[in-house]
């Protein structure tokens, strides 16, 4: 499941015993899997500090406590430690954590979400913005709500049209069309504020 190197080991176990905690472990989790910002958590625990659904690695001297929910987004994970010149370089490689996209039999809402968190969002995020998804019709259309910087941006049209739909219908199949149902009216810092587009 997860690998974690012998320098690895050594660096936590050093670390471990500086502070003299009994019991005192390292726990590892995902921090919003499955999109685009995800990123790993490392962080000391004692067992206090523990939910009781960890999975438990044992390494040498200590253990190494992986959140449940983060397992399946962890798996293939391996941390490693490097000593350079400047320091020490902690290393962790989470290949999963973004999550995997959706096959073409995944339905279209999956299909739509991984789109829009791993392409459509990052884009946005340029400009401050981002864009949820309320739904998809039964027909193929998806619905969007605007925030951030989109929120009340008088280019909203074209960045609905000319960004979002194209990439949608060009990369989701079944997907027919794309409409807003934010109310843009109520947008308080918008990246192009309306009647300056």
């Given amino acids: 499941m997860i690998q974690i190197s012998e320098s690895a080991q050594a660096h936590f176990r050093k670390l471990i015993d500086r502070e003299g905690l009994p019991g005192l472990g390292v726990r590892l989790s995902a921090h919003m899997p499955g999109t685009a910002k995800a990123d790993v ?28 929910a983060s397992v399946r987004f962890l798996d293939g994970a391996q941390i490693d430690y490097t000593q350079q010149a400047t320091g020490g370089q902690l290393q962790i490689r989470a290949p999963k954590i973004k999550g995997e996209a959706p096959d073409d039999s995944a339905s279209l809402v999956d299909r739509v979400h991984w789109v829009i968190e791993h392409e459509v969002n990052p884009q946005l995020a340029m400009h401050r913005g981002h864009v949820a998804l309320q739904e998809v019709t039964s027909d193929g259309v998806v619905v969007l709500r605007f925030g951030g910087g989109c929120h009340g941006c008088g280019m909203v049209d074209v960045t609905l049209k000319q960004g979002i739909e194209k990439t949608l219908l060009a990369k989701v199949p079944g997907v027919t069309a794309v409409r807003d149902a934010t109310d843009h009216d109520t947008g308080d810092a918008p990246y192009v504020p309306r009647g300056k587009a």
């Fill in 41 to 68: 958590r490392l962080e000391f625990a004692e067992p206090a500090d523990l939910g009781g659904d960890e999975w438990a690695v044992d390494c040498e001297g200590f253990t190494l406590w992986v959140e449940a």
